[in-house]
Structures are given as structure tokens and as C-alpha cells.
């Protein structure tokens, strides 16, 4: 197909076919749009009033708040970190906003059988953050931890690095945040794992406002498996205060290893082959199809063994709640090597599903007093920046080319997990 034949047919599916589809696409990449841009606003509004009082000498042994009325009443006394932390909490905010507005939408178009998935998924989250999360938080105001100008800018660089990879492989980012934080910044474990939290549902936030408005996610996918993901992560969250750590690191790091084996025998397929759909595939409405720009061709593709996706699915929210990380090497390895999608489209489904996995424990950690908003704020902003950098990347480049760059990540990932569970960081 020419590219002026491609571009033709992208405008008429846009809009002549399945025009509601396409209105309930635009809405919720439209909340993820508002979300990102809301906190970056506040953000940037909190770090310029925290640090011109730090130069004046104004600000001295700062505290953060770890509750909304914490936040709150700081705000109202003009606290520079509570801005900061409001900035961060809209963020944290946006995929759960994102998973309310597709209730909506779904029920738009009249899809019901979505419209009850979406709401349990809703229902988990909201479980997790004001049940779970008020009962396991210890709220009281914390030292932050570094609050020079040097740290802010050398953690936004490395931040930016981190999102525009874990954009394109579907990924979080804190497999880089956390080592770079704790080795280089030497940055407390708890603050470094409350950062990579940040940096999840900021990957996912940014990216996916792009990836969604291209067709190159397939939410009902996504939204389907958010049930398994959600229920892990809290069931990971609850387990943190009975299991060590340190061996469920080594555990996942050598499981790690050996998922990747099956993508690294397939690392030249562009596409899967010979994919036959489950029998639950299509009353789910889960095959789809995406525009592939490179090829200048529209890819349909099938969607095998929901079962063992779904039970993937489960365990990659496990991890993420057991050891404040995305999982999105889980999550990719599930939907492309169990449920057999195309590279493009399990990263991007990834990076969808990641920030709604990471919520699902983001309230626990904030009210633990984990997410420090002088360092999670420029993680936020730099990792914002490379993943909208990531999003608008990835369309251009193979299936193929994708699996190469995944595949030393997983091996980074695996690495990192079995170097933190053997104590050597």
C-alpha cells in the first residue's frame, strides 16, 4: 500500500468506520493528556516556589505530607512541598481517572460486558487506595531526603533515559530509576522504590495517551487482563509484610531468565504466525487489528491462551506489589509469548496497563511515607519527557528491531532483581 493510500484509509477509519470506538479512544487519551499536563503544570509550579526559597534561605530541614489532608492543609498554608506533592498525587490520580472515564465509554458503546469488567477493575483500585492503603499507611510527616539543585537536574537527565526505553519496550523505567537512585544518589531504598512507582504510572501515563490515539493499543486487552493485575498487586502488597524480599528478588530475577527464552528463539519474527484465537477471544471482542506505519499497512492480529495470559497477568501484579516495580517485562512476555500479539502491540498494551498495576499499590506506598516528592518529582518530569519522546518513536520502527532492544533489557531486569535479592546493591 502507497503511503498516500495509508494515510487515506487511516482518515476514513478515523472517521467514517466505527465512529464510537474511535470517540471512546480519543476520551480516554484525552484524560491521560489532561492528567500528565495537570501535574507537570503543578509540578513545575511547586519546584521553582521549593527551591527559590531554598536559595533565599528560606526553607530550612523540609517535611512532606503522606495524606490528602496532610497535602491539603499544607496547601492552604502555602507549603512549596505540598504543591509538589499535589502535582504528584494528580498524577497518581490518572489511571484511575483513566479506568472510571472507560467505564463511560464502553458504556457509550453499549459494550456491557466491558462496562462490568471496567467497573471491578475500578472497584479494586478504589479497595486498594482507601481500604487497604489507610490501614497499612503510617501517616506522619517525613525529612525529604535531598533537596539541592545539582540532584534535581542529574536525576531529571537520567529519568528522561528511562522513560523514552521503558516507553518503547514496555516498561516502567525503575529497573533504572532504583539503581541509579541508590547507587549513584545513594537515595534511601524506600524513597528510590516510591520513585519507581512514580515512574511507572508516569511512563504509562505519557506514552499511552500517544499509543492510544494511533490504534497501537488494544484496550479491551488491557482492560481484561487489569483484573488479574490489580488483584496481584495488592495481594503483593499485603505479602510485603510476611515474606523477604530478598528471596522473592532472586526467585523472580532466575524466572526472569527463563521466560526469555522463548523471545529470544523467536528474536527475527516480525510477526506471529499460524496464531489461532481461544475460544474466549472472540466473545471478549480481544482480536484487533493495528496501523503499522513503517509497513504503511493495517496488521490484524489473533489473541491466544487468555488462560495462561491471565495467570501471567496475576503474577507480573504480584511482583509489582511485592517489590514496587512496573513488571512490565512480565506483562510483555505474557502477552507476546503466551497470548501470541505482535511486539508492538504487547509493549504498547504494557505501557497501558503498567500505571492502572502501579496505582493499585501507589496509594500504600504514599501513605507509607515512600514517596518522597523532591525525589519523585524530577523522575516524574524526566520520565514524562522521554516516554512522549519514546511514544512518537516507536511507530517508525520493526517488530523485530523492538525484540532486540527488549531482549537485553529483560536480561538488565533479571540482573538487577538477582543483584538486589544477593545483596550486592
Partial sequence: MSSWAFRANRLFDRFFVNRQVRDAEIAIGNVLRFGVLTSLAVLLIGIVYFYGLRLLGLLHHPVFPDTLSGVFSGLMHGDSVSIIMLGLVILLA?????????????????DRTYVIITSVVLA???????????????PQPTLVQDDNLFFFFAVLGSSLF??????LVGLGGGVFIVPILTLIFHVDFTAAIGASIVSVIATSSGAAAAYVKDRMTNLRVGMFLEVATTLGAI??????TILNASVLFVVFGVVLLISAAPLIMRLGEELPVGVVNHKWAEPLHLPSSY???????DVAYNVAHIRWGFSMMYIAGLVSGLLGIGSGTFKVLALDTAMRLPMKVSTTTSNFMIGVTAAASAGIFFQRGAIDPVVAAPVAIGVLAGATIGAKSLTRI?????????VPVIVLVAVNMLARGLGWI
Wanted: glycine fraction near 12%; proline fraction near 3%.
Fill in 162 to 167: 528511562a522513560g523514552f526505553v521503558g516507553s
Fill in 398 to 406: 520493526s517488530n523485530v528491531w523492538l525484540k532486540k532492544l527488549f
Fill in 291 to 297: 496501523p503499522d506505519f513503517r509497513t504503511k499497512q
Fill in 124 to 138: 479494586i483500585l478504589l479497595f486498594s487506595i482507601f481500604g487497604i492503603g489507610g490501614l497499612m499507611g503510617q
Fill in 94 to 110: 490518572t489511571p484511575v481517572l483513566r479506568v472510571a472515564v472507560s467505564i463511560i465509554a464502553f458504556a457509550i458503546e453499549e
Fill in 235 to 240: 495481594c503483593g502488597a499485603l505479602l510485603t
